[in-house]
């Protein structure tokens, strides 16, 4: 029992660093967010198609793609114009292989909101 | 044995609704529903050319607290962290979204929609109804809106303004505030059809690392699992306060759920963190899960139930109560001996 544990815990700590914790979303809108749209990317070398990211993406934005000389075979990609930025998939991520990358597209203007004040805490 | 529920004059196949919300967003969205069995479909809450800031959504706008990566939608402890806004595009837009869904879809269509002056309500409603949608939920409880739009001031003069406007249903989504009872029986009052308890609550979380709210620094709607249990007490409430029928909503997750809501009064459920965590399968799951405990227990209609856990409701008054101190008697006595 107590073996089995320590084999266990052994090979925990030879894996990847990456892939034995399990890092959630910074929870941070990314810097160049007053300039551009962030949509999310998948870093191809991280993915470990674990197959979670498809099905908590509501807008059908993730799919899973045969890469031969991957190291999983697959991975997962990110269909920039089903992505509307709102970080479900890095819930999702287990080993953190998601990133925000502007959506340079022509005409995306940022908005606020303009007169009323939002800042009433008394709600 | 059928499903079948009527509400707020809408023959529904099924008391689970689809709530407003990312949900009901798009046309394609209402096929989901349709084929899932869904009751009806309320859309994604269009807000007036005031609140124009509010068609664009922050990005990222969800974050799932207390969520494990390993059993992920099977868990029944998480929070969903939502900064989403209203419906994005514009008015024009939105009465033509009701149009093209109630071309396409036989699933009764409920609009929502949110304003700030009684005129812009009204004028909104009558433009819903126009479309062609089969009724009207008035959103007067986003977690988005700070407490600036009060109860009694602003909203009793839009629900009866619309009301007077409207020839369609109407109904009332109110916030889980502290008057939920109070301002149920206002609604009534002021004609809604029907009432939909409730919103979602405001919360916020703290980034301890970086020393700062999470996401952008503000409040946002939360709701999982767990909300269940304060919706459930002011359906509850409501129920036995007020005669129109009631929309639950909040944290259901299965069959079981719905039929607590049931039991405590409620006509219809709405749903959709599940739907979000879950995929549109939930949808007939959670009607295959009511079906077979209404096949157990030998129950031919929802209305057999509803209502049934009421009537074993008491009062504090009548809780039979017995001496919390234990037989030696009160415990303030200092045991020297066992203390060394």
């Known amino acids: 029992?107590?073996?089995?544990?320590?084999?266990?815990?052994?090979?925990?700590?030879?894996?990847?660093?990456?892939?034995?914790?399990?890092?959630?979303?910074?929870?941070?809108?990314?810097?160049?967010?007053?300039?551009?749209?962030?949509?999310?990317?998948?870093?191809?070398?991280?993915?470990?198609?674990?197959?979670?990211?498809?099905?908590?993406?509501?807008?059908?934005a993730i799919v899973m793609e045969l890469r031969p000389a991957h190291k999983y075979k697959r991975t997962a990609v990110v269909i920039t114009e089903n992505c509307t930025g709102c970080g479900l998939c890095f819930e999702a991520c287990p080993v953190d292989a998601f990133v925000w990358v502007p959506d340079k597209k022509p005409g995306a203007r940022p908005s606020k909101a303009t007169g009323e004040s939002e800042r009433d805490l008394s709600a | 044995?059928?499903?079948?529920?009527?509400?707020?004059?809408?023959?529904?196949?099924?008391?689970?609704?689809?709530?407003?919300?990312?949900?009901?967003?798009?046309?394609?969205?209402i096929r989901l529903a349709q084929e899932q069995k869904a009751g009806a479909v309320v859309l994604k809450t269009a807000c007036s050319d005031k609140y124009i800031h509010m068609r664009s959504w922050p990005r990222p706008r969800y974050k799932l607290l207390d969520w494990d990566k390993q059993i992920a939608g099977r868990s029944k402890a998480f929070s969903l962290y939502a900064y989403e806004q209203g419906y994005s595009g514009t008015l024009e837009d939105y009465w033509q979204?009701?149009?093209?869904?109630?071309?396409?879809?036989?699933?009764?269509?409920?609009?929502?929609?949110?304003?700030?002056?009684?005129?812009?309500?009204?004028?909104?409603?009558?433009?819903?109804?126009?479309?062609?949608?089969?009724?009207?939920?008035?959103?007067?409880?986003?977690?988005?809106?700070?407490?600036?739009?009060?109860?009694?001031?602003?909203?009793?003069?839009?629900?009866?303004?619309?009301?007077?406007?409207?020839?369609?249903?109407v109904l009332v989504k109110l916030s889980p505030g502290p008057d939920v009872v109070?301002?149920?029986?206002?609604?009534?009052?002021?004609?809604?059809?029907?009432?939909?308890?409730?919103?979602?609550?405001?919360?916020?979380?703290?980034?301890?690392?970086?020393?700062?709210?999470?996401?952008?620094?503000?409040?946002?709607?939360?709701?999982?699992?767990?909300?269940?249990?304060?919706?459930?007490?002011?359906?509850?409430?409501?129920?036995?306060?007020?005669?129109?029928?009631?929309?639950?909503?909040?944290?259901t997750m299965s069959g079981e759920d719905v039929i607590k809501y049931i039991m405590l009064g409620a006509t219809t459920v709405q749903i959709l963190s599940v739907i979000m965590i879950n995929g549109w399968e939930s949808i007939g799951r959670i009607n295959g899960e009511i079906e077979q405990h209404m096949k157990q227990k030998g129950i031919s209609s929802l209305d057999q139930i509803r209502g049934k856990a009421l009537e074993s409701m008491t009062y504090p008054d009548e809780i039979i109560r017995w001496s919390g101190e234990s037989k030696k008697g009160p415990r303030n006595t200092w045991n020297e001996e066992k203390s060394e």
């Open chain 2, 97 to 169: 979204f009701i149009k093209v869904c109630k071309k396409h879809a036989s699933v009764p269509i409920i609009g929502s929609i949110f304003a700030d002056e009684a005129h812009e309500w009204k004028e909104m409603a009558v433009k819903v109804e126009q479309s062609g949608a089969d009724a009207i939920e008035l959103d007067i409880s986003s977690p988005h809106r700070p407490g600036s739009l009060g109860f009694e001031k602003t909203f009793v003069a839009a629900i009866k303004a619309v009301v007077s406007a409207v020839k369609f249903p």
């Open chain 1, 1 to 60: 029992m107590e073996r089995g544990k320590e084999r266990v815990v052994r090979r925990l700590r030879a894996m990847d660093n990456e892939q034995a914790k399990y890092p959630g979303l910074p929870p941070l809108p990314p810097p160049f967010v007053k300039d551009f749209p962030p949509v999310a990317v998948v870093v191809e070398e991280k993915c470990i198609a674990c197959d979670r990211c498809p099905p908590l993406c509501f807008f059908d």
């Open chain 2, 1 to 29: 044995m059928s499903l079948t529920t009527t509400f707020v004059g809408l023959t529904l196949q099924s008391p689970v609704i689809v709530a407003s919300g990312p949900a009901s967003h798009d046309v394609n969205q």
């Open chain 2, 182 to 251: 109070q301002q149920s029986i206002s609604a009534q009052e002021c004609g809604a059809k029907a009432v939909t308890l409730c919103n979602r609550l405001r919360g916020v979380d703290v980034d301890i690392e970086n020393q700062r709210p999470i996401l952008h620094g503000y409040f946002g709607g939360i709701g999982g699992p767990w909300a269940k249990y304060y919706t459930f007490r002011h359906v509850a409430e409501a129920a036995q306060a007020v005669s129109i029928p009631i929309s639950g909503t909040g944290g």
